[in-house]
Protein backbone atom coordinates (compact mmCIF):
# COMPACT_ATOMS: atom_id res chain seq x y z
CA UNK A 1 0.00 0.00 0.00
CA UNK A 2 1.65 3.30 -0.78
CA UNK A 3 1.57 6.73 1.20
CA UNK A 4 -1.82 8.12 -0.65
CA UNK A 5 -3.44 5.08 -0.12
CA UNK A 6 -2.88 4.80 3.76
CA UNK A 7 -3.58 8.77 3.78
CA UNK A 8 -6.89 7.92 2.31
CA UNK A 9 -7.24 5.21 4.92
CA UNK A 10 -6.52 7.51 7.94
CA UNK A 11 -8.99 9.58 6.64
CA UNK A 12 -12.03 6.80 6.72
CA UNK A 13 -10.68 6.56 10.15
CA UNK A 14 -11.20 10.06 10.93
CA UNK A 15 -14.58 10.53 9.28
CA UNK A 16 -16.04 7.30 11.52
CA UNK A 17 -14.34 9.01 14.69
CA UNK A 18 -16.10 11.49 13.90
CA UNK A 19 -19.57 9.91 13.50
CA UNK A 20 -19.13 8.62 16.85
CA UNK A 21 -18.01 11.80 18.25
CA UNK A 22 -18.54 14.97 15.89
CA UNK A 23 -17.04 17.44 18.67
CA UNK A 24 -13.49 15.99 19.40
CA UNK A 25 -10.91 18.39 19.16
CA UNK A 26 -8.24 15.62 18.49
CA UNK A 27 -9.98 14.38 15.90
CA UNK A 28 -10.55 17.02 13.82
CA UNK A 29 -7.20 18.16 14.37
CA UNK A 30 -6.16 15.06 12.80
CA UNK A 31 -8.61 15.11 9.64
CA UNK A 32 -7.36 18.20 8.60
CA UNK A 33 -3.16 17.34 9.14
CA UNK A 34 -4.50 14.56 7.05
CA UNK A 35 -6.02 16.50 4.63
CA UNK A 36 -2.86 18.96 4.05
CA UNK A 37 -0.94 15.82 3.48
CA UNK A 38 -3.05 15.09 0.38
CA UNK A 39 -2.97 18.82 -0.22
CA UNK A 40 -6.49 19.25 0.32
CA UNK A 41 -5.78 22.57 2.18
CA UNK A 42 -9.50 24.24 2.27
CA UNK A 43 -10.91 21.53 3.60
CA UNK A 44 -7.91 21.25 6.22
CA UNK A 45 -8.34 24.88 7.04
CA UNK A 46 -11.90 23.89 8.05
CA UNK A 47 -11.21 21.07 10.06
CA UNK A 48 -8.58 23.32 12.08
CA UNK A 49 -11.08 25.84 12.88
CA UNK A 50 -13.49 23.66 13.97
CA UNK A 51 -10.92 21.85 16.40
CA UNK A 52 -9.79 25.40 17.29
CA UNK A 53 -13.51 26.60 18.20
CA UNK A 54 -14.08 23.66 20.32
CA UNK A 55 -10.24 24.25 21.75
CA UNK A 56 -8.90 27.75 20.82
CA UNK A 57 -5.78 27.37 23.19
CA UNK A 58 -3.82 25.08 21.43
CA UNK A 59 -0.37 26.65 19.56
CA UNK A 60 0.19 24.27 17.69
CA UNK A 61 -3.29 23.43 15.80
CA UNK A 62 -2.89 27.43 15.47
CA UNK A 63 0.68 26.85 13.68
CA UNK A 64 -0.71 24.10 11.38
CA UNK A 65 -3.61 26.27 10.40
CA UNK A 66 -0.73 28.94 9.80
CA UNK A 67 0.50 26.65 6.92
CA UNK A 68 -2.50 25.70 5.45
CA UNK A 69 -3.18 29.20 4.37
CA UNK A 70 0.12 29.89 3.37
CA UNK A 71 -0.54 27.07 0.91
CA UNK A 72 -3.18 29.15 0.03
CA UNK A 73 -1.58 32.09 -0.54
CA UNK A 74 -3.32 33.61 2.10
CA UNK A 75 0.01 34.81 3.62
CA UNK A 76 -1.61 38.36 5.58
CA UNK A 77 -3.58 35.88 7.57
CA UNK A 78 -0.82 33.05 8.17
CA UNK A 79 1.09 35.96 10.12
CA UNK A 80 -1.27 37.09 12.53
CA UNK A 81 -1.91 33.70 13.01
CA UNK A 82 1.13 33.03 13.34
CA UNK A 83 1.16 35.93 15.49
CA UNK A 84 -1.38 34.63 17.97
CA UNK A 85 0.13 31.32 18.14
CA UNK A 86 3.48 32.79 19.87
CA UNK A 87 1.32 34.73 22.35
CA UNK A 88 0.26 31.44 23.55
CA UNK A 89 3.42 30.15 22.93
CA UNK A 90 6.75 32.47 22.93
CA UNK A 91 9.81 31.19 21.29
CA UNK A 92 8.13 28.51 19.51
CA UNK A 93 11.06 27.59 17.01
CA UNK A 94 8.18 26.01 14.33
CA UNK A 95 5.79 28.76 14.69
CA UNK A 96 8.74 31.46 14.18
CA UNK A 97 9.39 29.76 11.15
CA UNK A 98 6.54 29.98 9.88
CA UNK A 99 5.98 33.15 10.57
CA UNK A 100 9.05 34.18 8.90
CA UNK A 101 8.19 32.15 5.35
CA UNK A 102 4.94 34.30 5.72
CA UNK A 103 6.28 37.72 6.06
CA UNK A 104 8.54 36.59 3.25
CA UNK A 105 5.69 35.79 1.12
CA UNK A 106 4.01 39.03 1.72
CA UNK A 107 7.22 40.54 0.93
CA UNK A 108 8.02 38.63 -2.38
CA UNK A 109 4.46 38.39 -3.68
CA UNK A 110 3.83 36.40 -6.65
CA UNK A 111 7.23 34.64 -7.40
CA UNK A 112 6.68 33.15 -3.83
CA UNK A 113 3.33 32.03 -4.41
CA UNK A 114 4.64 30.30 -7.82
CA UNK A 115 7.17 28.64 -5.79
CA UNK A 116 5.22 27.00 -3.29
CA UNK A 117 2.66 26.19 -5.30
CA UNK A 118 -0.50 27.95 -4.08
CA UNK A 119 -4.07 25.60 -4.79
CA UNK A 120 -6.51 28.31 -6.96
CA UNK A 121 -9.44 29.56 -5.35
CA UNK A 122 -12.48 30.76 -6.60
CA UNK A 123 -14.32 34.15 -5.31
CA UNK A 124 -16.52 32.48 -3.30
CA UNK A 125 -13.78 29.32 -1.86
CA UNK A 126 -12.21 32.22 -0.85
CA UNK A 127 -15.11 34.12 0.92
CA UNK A 128 -15.70 31.35 2.78
CA UNK A 129 -13.05 30.58 3.99
CA UNK A 130 -11.88 33.94 5.09
CA UNK A 131 -15.37 34.65 6.72
CA UNK A 132 -14.14 31.02 8.98
CA UNK A 133 -10.90 32.66 9.80
CA UNK A 134 -12.59 36.24 10.66
CA UNK A 135 -14.74 34.48 12.92
CA UNK A 136 -12.07 32.50 14.80
CA UNK A 137 -9.69 35.58 14.86
CA UNK A 138 -12.67 37.69 16.50
CA UNK A 139 -12.68 34.95 18.55
CA UNK A 140 -8.97 35.23 19.92
CA UNK A 141 -8.74 39.18 20.01
CA UNK A 142 -11.85 39.02 22.22
CA UNK A 143 -9.78 36.25 24.49
CA UNK A 144 -6.95 38.85 24.75
CA UNK A 145 -9.52 41.43 25.39
CA UNK A 146 -8.80 43.58 22.37
CA UNK A 147 -12.36 44.30 21.63
CA UNK A 148 -11.88 46.69 19.37
CA UNK A 149 -10.00 44.35 17.38
CA UNK A 150 -12.06 41.70 17.91
CA UNK A 151 -15.09 43.85 16.08
CA UNK A 152 -12.69 45.04 13.21
CA UNK A 153 -12.43 41.11 12.33
CA UNK A 154 -16.62 41.16 12.57
CA UNK A 155 -16.62 44.47 10.76
CA UNK A 156 -14.59 42.93 7.91
CA UNK A 157 -16.18 39.74 7.44
CA UNK A 158 -19.68 41.13 7.47
CA UNK A 159 -17.74 43.27 4.25
CA UNK A 160 -18.25 39.97 2.66
CA UNK A 161 -20.97 38.66 4.53
CA UNK A 162 -23.57 41.63 5.52
CA UNK A 163 -26.07 38.46 6.53
CA UNK A 164 -24.31 36.26 8.52
CA UNK A 165 -25.82 36.06 11.83
CA UNK A 166 -23.12 34.91 14.05
CA UNK A 167 -21.00 37.72 13.30
CA UNK A 168 -23.92 40.30 13.86
CA UNK A 169 -24.50 38.31 17.16
CA UNK A 170 -21.11 38.27 18.03
CA UNK A 171 -20.85 42.36 17.21
CA UNK A 172 -23.67 42.98 19.24
CA UNK A 173 -21.95 41.36 22.27
CA UNK A 174 -18.80 42.72 22.31
CA UNK A 175 -20.40 46.52 21.76
CA UNK A 176 -22.89 46.11 24.62
CA UNK A 177 -20.99 43.77 26.90
CA UNK A 178 -17.25 45.08 26.87
CA UNK A 179 -17.65 48.19 25.34
CA UNK A 180 -20.63 49.57 26.89
CA UNK A 181 -22.41 50.72 23.95
CA UNK A 182 -25.78 48.73 24.76
CA UNK A 183 -27.84 50.82 22.47
CA UNK A 184 -25.47 50.06 19.00
CA UNK A 185 -25.00 45.96 20.46
CA UNK A 186 -28.95 45.65 20.75
CA UNK A 187 -28.95 47.30 16.69
CA UNK A 188 -26.90 44.34 15.78
CA UNK A 189 -28.74 41.86 17.58
CA UNK A 190 -32.32 43.12 16.17
CA UNK A 191 -30.59 42.89 12.54
CA UNK A 192 -29.72 39.07 13.05
CA UNK A 193 -32.91 38.35 14.63
CA UNK A 194 -34.89 39.90 11.72
CA UNK A 195 -32.41 36.83 9.64
CA UNK A 196 -33.25 34.54 11.69
CA UNK A 197 -35.70 35.08 14.74
CA UNK A 198 -34.88 32.43 16.83
CA UNK A 199 -31.01 32.87 16.86
CA UNK A 200 -30.46 31.76 20.46
CA UNK A 201 -27.31 33.54 21.04
CA UNK A 202 -28.51 37.30 19.67
CA UNK A 203 -31.95 36.64 21.92
CA UNK A 204 -29.71 36.14 25.02
CA UNK A 205 -27.27 38.92 24.36
CA UNK A 206 -30.25 41.21 23.57
CA UNK A 207 -31.76 39.99 26.87
CA UNK A 208 -28.81 40.50 28.56
CA UNK A 209 -28.38 43.81 27.15
CA UNK A 210 -32.29 45.18 28.35
CA UNK A 211 -31.37 43.73 31.37
CA UNK A 212 -28.28 45.90 31.79
CA UNK A 213 -30.58 48.84 31.34
CA UNK A 214 -33.37 47.74 33.45
CA UNK A 215 -35.45 47.29 30.86
CA UNK A 216 -36.99 44.06 32.83
CA UNK A 217 -40.10 43.16 30.70
CA UNK A 218 -38.49 43.51 27.46
CA UNK A 219 -35.70 41.79 28.67
CA UNK A 220 -37.62 38.59 29.73
CA UNK A 221 -39.66 38.52 26.26
CA UNK A 222 -36.38 37.44 24.40
CA UNK A 223 -35.28 34.81 27.13
CA UNK A 224 -38.55 33.18 27.28
CA UNK A 225 -38.16 33.17 23.69
CA UNK A 226 -34.98 31.94 24.08
CA UNK A 227 -36.51 29.14 26.25
CA UNK A 228 -38.56 28.15 23.47
CA UNK A 229 -35.90 28.13 20.48
CA UNK A 230 -33.57 26.15 22.52
CA UNK A 231 -35.41 23.96 26.06
CA UNK A 232 -32.23 21.73 26.32
CA UNK A 233 -29.52 24.15 27.45
CA UNK A 234 -29.90 25.91 30.92
CA UNK A 235 -28.70 29.68 30.37
CA UNK A 236 -31.63 31.40 29.22
CA UNK A 237 -33.32 29.56 31.92
CA UNK A 238 -31.03 31.00 34.49
CA UNK A 239 -30.70 34.26 33.01
CA UNK A 240 -34.92 34.41 32.94
CA UNK A 241 -34.79 33.66 36.78
CA UNK A 242 -32.84 36.45 37.53
CA UNK A 243 -34.59 39.13 35.40
CA UNK A 244 -38.01 37.78 37.51
CA UNK A 245 -36.04 37.95 40.67
CA UNK A 246 -35.52 42.24 39.72
CA UNK A 247 -39.20 42.21 38.63
CA UNK A 248 -39.99 40.64 42.56
CA UNK A 249 -41.92 37.73 40.84
CA UNK A 250 -39.84 35.66 43.62
CA UNK A 251 -41.93 32.03 43.16
CA UNK A 252 -41.66 32.37 39.48
CA UNK A 253 -37.63 32.59 39.93
CA UNK A 254 -37.03 30.13 41.88
CA UNK A 255 -39.00 28.20 39.38
CA UNK A 256 -36.82 29.19 36.03
CA UNK A 257 -33.89 28.61 38.10
CA UNK A 258 -35.01 24.90 39.11
CA UNK A 259 -35.49 24.29 35.22
CA UNK A 260 -31.59 25.37 34.75
CA UNK A 261 -31.03 23.13 37.43
CA UNK A 262 -33.09 20.47 36.04
CA UNK A 263 -31.03 20.39 32.74
CA UNK A 264 -27.69 20.88 35.07
CA UNK A 265 -27.72 20.11 38.88
CA UNK A 266 -24.37 21.72 38.80
CA UNK A 267 -25.08 24.99 37.30
CA UNK A 268 -23.61 27.24 39.58
CA UNK A 269 -25.24 30.50 38.16
CA UNK A 270 -28.83 29.24 38.47
CA UNK A 271 -27.93 28.01 42.14
CA UNK A 272 -27.04 31.23 43.25
CA UNK A 273 -30.19 32.78 41.22
CA UNK A 274 -32.18 30.17 43.34
CA UNK A 275 -30.88 31.48 46.21
CA UNK A 276 -31.32 35.21 45.66
CA UNK A 277 -35.25 34.49 45.37
CA UNK A 278 -35.29 31.86 48.06
CA UNK A 279 -33.87 34.45 50.15
CA UNK A 280 -36.33 36.97 49.66
CA UNK A 281 -38.74 34.85 49.84
CA UNK A 282 -37.81 34.45 53.52
CA UNK A 283 -36.62 30.34 52.88
CA UNK A 284 -33.07 31.48 54.66
CA UNK A 285 -31.78 28.06 54.72
CA UNK A 286 -32.93 26.84 51.48
CA UNK A 287 -31.10 30.27 49.93
CA UNK A 288 -27.78 29.15 51.70
CA UNK A 289 -27.82 25.47 50.99
CA UNK A 290 -27.91 27.11 47.25
CA UNK A 291 -24.99 29.06 47.68
CA UNK A 292 -22.96 26.47 49.43
CA UNK A 293 -23.76 23.91 47.04
CA UNK A 294 -22.62 26.52 44.50
CA UNK A 295 -19.33 27.07 46.52
CA UNK A 296 -18.82 23.45 46.62
CA UNK A 297 -18.29 23.36 42.66
CA UNK A 298 -16.77 26.87 42.15
CA UNK A 299 -15.43 28.00 45.47
CA UNK A 300 -14.12 31.48 44.07
CA UNK A 301 -17.24 31.98 42.99
CA UNK A 302 -16.95 36.35 44.03
CA UNK A 303 -20.78 37.00 43.51
CA UNK A 304 -22.31 33.63 45.06
CA UNK A 305 -19.35 34.49 48.34
CA UNK A 306 -20.90 38.01 48.79
CA UNK A 307 -24.84 36.87 48.33
CA UNK A 308 -24.15 33.88 50.90
CA UNK A 309 -22.57 37.04 53.58
CA UNK A 310 -25.64 39.02 52.83
CA UNK A 311 -27.63 36.56 53.59
CA UNK A 312 -25.90 35.79 56.64
CA UNK A 313 -25.75 39.40 57.25
CA UNK A 314 -29.74 39.86 57.12
CA UNK A 315 -30.13 36.81 59.70
CA UNK A 316 -27.46 38.30 62.16
CA UNK A 317 -25.30 35.46 61.65
CA UNK A 318 -22.16 37.85 61.36
CA UNK A 319 -19.09 35.59 62.50
CA UNK A 320 -20.31 33.62 59.53
CA UNK A 321 -20.52 36.70 57.18
CA UNK A 322 -17.20 37.99 57.79
CA UNK A 323 -15.73 34.50 56.51
CA UNK A 324 -17.17 34.82 53.86
CA UNK A 325 -15.84 38.70 53.32
CA UNK A 326 -12.90 37.46 54.35
CA UNK A 327 -12.69 34.51 51.81
CA UNK A 328 -14.01 37.65 49.01
CA UNK A 329 -11.43 39.83 50.04
CA UNK A 330 -8.23 36.71 49.84
CA UNK A 331 -9.24 36.21 46.33
CA UNK A 332 -9.23 39.95 45.07
CA UNK A 333 -8.51 42.72 47.93
CA UNK A 334 -9.93 45.25 45.94
CA UNK A 335 -13.21 43.62 45.68
CA UNK A 336 -15.60 46.46 46.09
CA UNK A 337 -18.44 44.06 47.47
CA UNK A 338 -16.29 42.90 49.85
CA UNK A 339 -14.73 45.66 50.75
CA UNK A 340 -18.11 47.26 51.11
CA UNK A 341 -19.95 44.03 53.45
CA UNK A 342 -16.32 44.80 55.64
CA UNK A 343 -17.44 47.94 56.58
CA UNK A 344 -20.85 47.01 56.89
CA UNK A 345 -20.24 43.72 59.53
CA UNK A 346 -17.60 46.19 61.02
CA UNK A 347 -20.06 48.65 61.85
CA UNK A 348 -22.86 45.59 63.13
CA UNK A 349 -20.22 44.22 65.14
CA UNK A 350 -19.36 47.73 67.04
CA UNK A 351 -22.93 48.50 67.45
CA UNK A 352 -23.94 45.09 68.57
CA UNK A 353 -20.93 44.72 70.84
CA UNK A 354 -22.22 47.97 73.01
CA UNK A 355 -26.24 47.04 72.52
CA UNK A 356 -24.84 43.57 74.21
CA UNK A 357 -22.83 45.33 77.10
CA UNK A 358 -25.49 47.28 77.83
CA UNK A 359 -28.36 43.91 77.89
CA UNK A 360 -25.85 41.95 80.45
CA UNK A 361 -25.28 45.07 82.47
CA UNK A 362 -29.33 45.37 82.80
CA UNK A 363 -29.94 41.72 83.43
CA UNK A 364 -27.39 41.49 86.05
CA UNK A 365 -28.96 44.43 87.98
CA UNK A 366 -32.55 43.36 87.37
CA UNK A 367 -31.15 39.63 88.43
CA UNK A 368 -29.75 41.23 91.84
CA UNK A 369 -32.92 43.53 92.23
CA UNK A 370 -34.93 39.37 92.11
CA UNK A 371 -36.76 40.75 89.14
CA UNK A 372 -36.01 37.31 87.39
CA UNK A 373 -38.25 37.22 84.62
CA UNK A 374 -37.08 40.84 82.94
CA UNK A 375 -33.45 39.24 83.32
CA UNK A 376 -34.67 35.99 81.61
CA UNK A 377 -35.63 38.46 78.59
CA UNK A 378 -32.28 40.37 79.20
CA UNK A 379 -30.47 36.81 78.82
CA UNK A 380 -32.39 35.31 76.62
CA UNK A 381 -31.76 39.01 73.81
CA UNK A 382 -28.09 38.19 74.99
CA UNK A 383 -28.46 34.40 73.60
CA UNK A 384 -29.86 35.77 70.16
CA UNK A 385 -27.01 38.26 69.80
CA UNK A 386 -24.20 35.71 70.90
CA UNK A 387 -25.77 32.29 70.66
CA UNK A 388 -22.46 30.55 71.57
CA UNK A 389 -22.13 32.25 74.80
CA UNK A 390 -21.35 30.25 78.20
CA UNK A 391 -21.60 32.98 80.51
CA UNK A 392 -25.61 33.85 78.78
CA UNK A 393 -26.01 30.52 79.14
CA UNK A 394 -24.97 30.24 82.83
CA UNK A 395 -26.86 33.15 83.73
CA UNK A 396 -29.99 32.01 81.85
CA UNK A 397 -29.55 28.81 84.11
CA UNK A 398 -29.53 30.50 87.06
CA UNK A 399 -32.59 32.91 86.49
CA UNK A 400 -34.45 29.74 85.03
CA UNK A 401 -33.40 28.57 88.78
CA UNK A 402 -35.04 31.14 90.96
CA UNK A 403 -37.95 30.94 88.74
CA UNK A 404 -38.36 27.23 89.60
CA UNK A 405 -38.13 26.34 86.06
CA UNK A 406 -35.88 24.13 87.02
CA UNK A 407 -36.42 21.40 83.75
CA UNK A 408 -34.72 24.68 81.71
CA UNK A 409 -32.28 25.32 84.10
CA UNK A 410 -30.96 22.07 83.84
CA UNK A 411 -30.59 22.30 80.33
CA UNK A 412 -28.82 25.84 80.16
CA UNK A 413 -26.20 23.97 81.98
CA UNK A 414 -25.81 21.17 80.48
CA UNK A 415 -25.31 22.80 77.24
CA UNK A 416 -22.56 25.55 78.82
CA UNK A 417 -20.93 21.84 79.88
CA UNK A 418 -21.23 20.93 76.15
CA UNK A 419 -18.17 24.00 75.66
CA UNK A 420 -16.68 23.30 78.60
CA UNK A 421 -17.06 20.01 80.93
CA UNK A 422 -14.83 20.94 83.35
CA UNK A 423 -16.39 24.15 83.84
CA UNK A 424 -16.82 24.55 87.55
CA UNK A 425 -19.68 26.35 87.92
CA UNK A 426 -21.87 25.04 85.32
CA UNK A 427 -20.97 21.63 87.30
CA UNK A 428 -21.98 23.05 90.46
CA UNK A 429 -25.36 24.97 89.20
CA UNK A 430 -25.94 21.18 87.45
CA UNK A 431 -25.64 19.58 90.71
CA UNK A 432 -27.99 22.08 92.58
CA UNK A 433 -31.02 21.64 89.87
CA UNK A 434 -30.54 17.91 89.71
CA UNK A 435 -30.79 18.23 94.07
CA UNK A 436 -34.12 20.12 93.58
CA UNK A 437 -35.45 17.49 90.69
CA UNK A 438 -34.44 14.74 93.37
CA UNK A 439 -32.00 13.01 91.70
CA UNK A 440 -29.42 13.77 94.30
CA UNK A 441 -26.62 10.79 92.86
CA UNK A 442 -26.76 12.52 89.84
CA UNK A 443 -25.93 15.98 91.85
CA UNK A 444 -23.55 14.52 94.26
CA UNK A 445 -21.45 13.48 91.56
CA UNK A 446 -21.09 17.09 89.68
CA UNK A 447 -19.84 18.21 93.67
CA UNK A 448 -17.29 15.08 93.76
CA UNK A 449 -16.03 16.48 90.28
CA UNK A 450 -15.87 19.75 91.22
CA UNK A 451 -13.82 18.75 94.30
CA UNK A 452 -11.42 16.17 92.32
CA UNK A 453 -10.56 19.43 90.20
CA UNK A 454 -10.70 21.78 93.22
CA UNK A 455 -10.61 20.59 96.38
CA UNK A 456 -10.52 23.56 98.36
CA UNK A 457 -14.11 24.44 96.66
CA UNK A 458 -15.50 25.53 99.87
CA UNK A 459 -19.38 26.19 98.09
CA UNK A 460 -19.48 22.57 96.32
CA UNK A 461 -17.96 21.06 99.88
CA UNK A 462 -20.69 22.25 101.71
CA UNK A 463 -23.60 21.38 98.93
CA UNK A 464 -21.82 18.10 99.08
CA UNK A 465 -22.28 17.66 103.08
CA UNK A 466 -25.95 19.34 102.87
CA UNK A 467 -26.84 16.32 100.18
CA UNK A 468 -25.26 13.71 102.28
CA UNK A 469 -26.22 14.50 105.36
CA UNK A 470 -29.90 15.01 104.01
CA UNK A 471 -30.41 12.45 101.54
CA UNK A 472 -26.85 9.75 101.68
CA UNK A 473 -26.19 7.99 98.66
CA UNK A 474 -29.18 7.04 97.98
Known amino acids: MNALERLEEA ?122 ILLLKADYMFMMS ?8 INDLLEIDPDNVDALHKAGSTLSERLGKHNEGIKFCDRALKIKQDHV ?61 TINPNYTKALCNKGLALGKLGRTKEALACYERSLEIESDDLIVLGNKAAELCDIKEYRDAMKCVDKMLEIDPNDARGLKLKNTLQYEKSYNQSHLDAVIKKGNEVYADGKYEEALACYDEELRLEPNSTRCLKSRARALYELHRYEESLGCWTNALVAD ?54
Not at 207 to 217: D, P, R
Not at 218 to 236: G, H, M
Not at 448 to 466: C, F, K, T, W, Y
Open 11 to 132: LECFERALEIKPDDHIVLDGMGYTLFDLGKYKEAVKHYIRSLNIKPSEPAIINRLAMALIRLGMHKDAVEYCEIALKLAPGDSFIKLHLDAANLALEDGPEIQKLSGVADMTTDEKNSISID
Open 421 to 474: PDDGDALKGRGLVLGSLGMHKQALACFDRVLEMNPGDSDALARRESLLKDHGRD
Open 201 to 261: PALICKANTLHILSEYEESLVCYTLAEKADPTTPNQFSAASLVLHDLGRFEEAVEHADRAL
Open 146 to 153: DYEASLKC
